[in-house]
């Protein structure tokens, strides 16, 4: 919106020729959405309170601890960072890009499903809100819309393909299989954000990063010269994914703001399987879902946790691990949240890097 106006008055303000670069917006988006956390919070929290108050926000097979100190925060949180996502990136954000409309389609319509299934947790008798085979229902149709558009509607010459990290100008041809293969990147991405989403600001910090690395890759694919010099595949107008991506990461550091030990407000599935769906698709749309596998591995290894759990329990009646996800494990060994959140903040970052790496080493 920003971008259009100044476009209208350049001619009589030649200064504004500011607003055409996408580092300068995106900076813009990034406070913008810090700033719409903070004006918003303090209202989205009492309401949340009001209208939670005396009703189950914790699942009732967590560790005492949790059902003792964290009772009565309220969820939903993702509320809050939605709406200064959403907002922020509208704001600066080219709006005729249709890669843009694209991902915030995707983000409400997980964001969507993610609200319905705290609402009923919290509207039912028991906490358990939608079933996991319903939510996987729905997460699939709004992925299959999101992957039609991508064939059907963008000018889009990779589509079927996967880029490799560490190899130069080669991409795996994945035919008909690619969507069954976008499927998983979405969708995995999602519930892995929201199986990491167990400790006070635990999952956010890990979506930053994740955030932060996608948005610079999207601004380098995006730009013709940077891409040819780094040996990445060129994807016109991607580059404006790098103000969606700051709008999330302002979104999400307003949010860890309340978010943090002890939290004021929880994420809820409102706001870790919209975010999720986010990096998912952003990663898609800028050939980097190998590299999102690598940045964002806290949330493979919180999500493998629940799978090897799962399978061991149900073949051989035996647990690996005191409790799933991963972080639950380490709070049954005795270590203290706060210790937890921030070794595996570490991690992400680590991760992080070790993404980042692969856009040099080719």
């Keep these: 919106m920003l971008y259009y106006l100044s476009l209208f008055f350049i001619q009589d303000f030649s200064y504004l020729n500011i607003f055409k670069y996408i580092t300068f917006r995106s900076g813009g988006a990034l406070l913008t959405s810090l700033v719409l956390s903070f004006l918003f919070a303090p209202a989205i929290i009492n309401w949340l309170k009001k209208n939670q108050k005396n009703k ?5 097979d967590l560790p005492n ?3 003792i100190k964290k009772r009565g925060t309220p969820t939903m949180g993702g509320l809050l960072i939605l709406i200064s996502f959403v907002l922020s990136t509208l704001l600066w954000a080219d709006i005729k890009n249709l890669y843009i409309w694209l991902v915030l389609a995707i983000t409400f319509g997980f964001g969507a499903i993610g609200f319905i299934d705290d609402y009923f947790k919290l509207t039912s008798i028991n906490n358990k809100g939608l079933k996991a085979g319903t939510k996987l229902i729905f997460q699939f149709l709004i992925s299959s819309i999101t992957i039609f558009f991508l064939y059907n509607l963008f000018e889009y010459q990779f589509i079927n393909t996967l880029a490799v990290p560490f190899f130069k ?4 041809d994945l035919g008909v299989f690619f969507p069954i293969f976008a499927f998983i990147v979405i969708i995995g991405t999602s519930n892995g954000v929201n199986l990491t989403d167990g400790l006070d600001g ?3 910090v890990p979506v930053i990063t994740t955030a932060t690395c996608l948005g610079l890759i999207a601004y380098l694919v995006g730009n013709k010269i940077f891409s040819d010099y780094l040996n990445l595949f060129f994807v016109a107008g991607a580059g404006e994914l790098s103000i969606l991506s700051a709008s ?3 979104s999400c550091l307003g949010f860890l703001w309340y978010n943090a030990h002890p939290a004021k407000i929880f994420m809820g599935d409102t706001g870790s399987l919209s975010i999720g769906a986010a990096l998912g698709s952003i990663s898609i749309i800028i050939k980097h879902e190998i590299v999102l596998f690598i940045i964002g591995f806290l949330f493979v290894l919180e999500t493998m946790s629940v799978i090897l759990q799962v399978t061991s329990f149900k073949l051989f009646k035996k647990r690996l691990f005191l409790m799933s996800p991963l972080h639950h494990h380490f709070e049954k060994k005795g270590w203290h949240e706060n210790t937890i959140v921030i070794r595996f903040w570490i991690l992400a970052i680590i ?3 070790i993404g980042l790496a692969t856009l040099k080493i080719r």
Excluded: M
């Excluded at 189950?56 to 009732?60: D, F, G, S, Y």
């Excluded at 100008?169 to 795996?172: K, P, Q, S, Y």
């Design 56 to 60: 189950k926000t914790i699942r009732e």
């Design 65 to 67: 601890k949790h059902l």
């Design 351 to 353: 991760f992080a890097l």
């Design 202 to 204: 635990l999952a956010v």
């Design 169 to 172: 100008n080669f991409l795996l």
């Design 248 to 250: 999330l990461v302002g």
